[in-house]
């Protein structure tokens, strides 16, 4: 009904706070379904707080971590003004900050932390959180020299000769399939 989608009465704020919160299990969840599909929700989109939480979400399923941290410093109380949402947002940043570390880490060996604080856009501290994080969870394998501030990971360079050794032989082999049609053709 019109009174429902119109942004000033209660039963409207409720629905936005709602909307917020369900942006935010979405992502806590790594859900992908769409909330704004529900027609009811359309009237919705265009409100400040819901198009800054949808783009909160977009970045942070895209895994742009400058634009998710841009965006959720340019959010300003939307974010840190509601206890709920600002009680769960750490924990993203931790999700995105984590993901971006491992491509950040993926074609080394041996990586000094100032190269990761760069990348990441963190700090010394920061880096050094998530990489404890990482590699207490299993998801890589590395080494932290402290005196250094160098992260050793292992296999790191083998796994990526492997793979472009795989890349390199598929397309030897797409080549030799190619040449013998060519050449079967010319018969």
């Not at 909307?19 to 529900?38: H, N």
């Not at 359309?42 to 895209?62: C, G, I, N, P, W």
Request: aromatic share 6%; net charge negative.
């Amino acid at each position: 009904s019109q009174q429902q989608s119109d942004p000033s009465n209660s039963c409207a704020i409720c629905r936005i706070d709602n909307l917020k919160y369900m942006m935010l299990c979405k992502m806590l969840c790594k859900d992908t379904v769409d909330v704004f599909e529900a027609p009811e929700v359309k009237a919705f989109a265009q409100h400040e707080e819901v198009s800054t939480m949808a783009s909160l979400a977009d970045r942070y399923r895209d895994g742009d971590i400058e634009g998710f941290q841009a965006k959720l410093l340019n959010a300003g109380t939307i974010v840190t003004g509601d206890a709920f949402l600002n009680g769960n947002i750490e924990v993203l940043l931790v999700e995105i900050r984590s993901k971006a570390l491992l491509i950040a880490l993926r074609p080394f060996k041996r990586v000094r932390f100032d190269y990761l604080q760069k990348a990441l856009n963190v700090s010394k501290a920061d880096v050094k959180k998530l990489l404890a994080i990482l590699i207490l969870e299993g998801e890589i394998d590395a080494k932290i020299d402290a005196v250094t501030d160098v992260i050793e990971v292992a296999g790191a360079a083998d796994t990526t000769r492997q793979l472009a050794a795989t890349a390199t032989i598929a397309w030897q082999n797409r080549l030799q399939e190619i040449t013998e049609r060519i050449s079967s053709n010319l018969s």
